[in-house]
């Protein structure tokens, strides 16, 4: 598995920026390949020479990240497999809450609350359905894919087709939701700005993302899943986390790390599967999911656990609370 550690490599700097503070950014990994959806071409991953900060590179424009994303994502929407069949099954069910009490609540499935939610980045609304079980009383959703939009208001839920920054809530919320959504934006700066921008004083942020210390960036190298070239732009750490809700106007009360086994499950078959230029299927495969990420979580589990603690888990889980 560990054929090419991640940070092996440190080569030319390039003119691209920081997105964080502007400075000068060094290659550390290149020929990266999109091993989830098979987009064309080669990435490569930047950290910044002044404050550490990692993106990938190149950095798109918003117009070409949108033709991206247009094109080459989220397997062509494709909503009825008996993959989505299963797991749309699974994330409403009571086994999922016991579950995410194992495995880690990536999505804030489990964690109550009240009042007015948004989560940011919606989808179809599945998240919305189980949100409204935790003692929200108001839900409502962020999602530019129209039809998907479409889906979470047929399930009753009032969803706006705008980006963050072109939203303007007649009312504030208690709690904003970006759950594995900060990463992919070409400035986290702003959409963080934003999110305080639409919550009550008080209010608060819950943040999943992909953690750039994590061991299994350096079991994988390339294939590990997280670097999701080109879509995930930023790569954050902790520390660079915690950092930027600081300069954006929250006060970070917790912070815990997690490795979902699934996340473990998708690197382990990107790793043997992948292909340039090819859509990896076997991420799809329930068969072949199901198995990995039973070894994940029963096998592999103590260092699973151990990391966690050691900080080097593979997803961050952030609760902040807007000043
Ligand atoms: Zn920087």
Redesign the pocket.
Known sequence: MANQPANARISNTYEAA?L??G?EVRTIISDLIDNRLGTPGSWRIDR?T??G?EQTGPVPSQSKLTALYEKHYNFGGQTDTLYTRLRERFLLSSIYRLWTRIDGDVGFHSRPGHGRLLDVGCNEGRSLRIFARNGFDQLEGLEVNENAAAVARRAGFAVYTCLIEDFSPANLYDVAILSNVLEHSLDPRKMLMDVRRVLKPGGQVWISLPNNQSWLRHAFGRSWINWHAPFHVSHFSAGTLSKLLDETGFNQTQVQQISPALWVAQSMIAHLFAKQGTKTWQLRNPFLTLLFMALARFVVFPKLWLENRRGRGDCLLAVATRT
């Open positions: 920081c964080m503070c400075g910044c002044i404050c900060f």
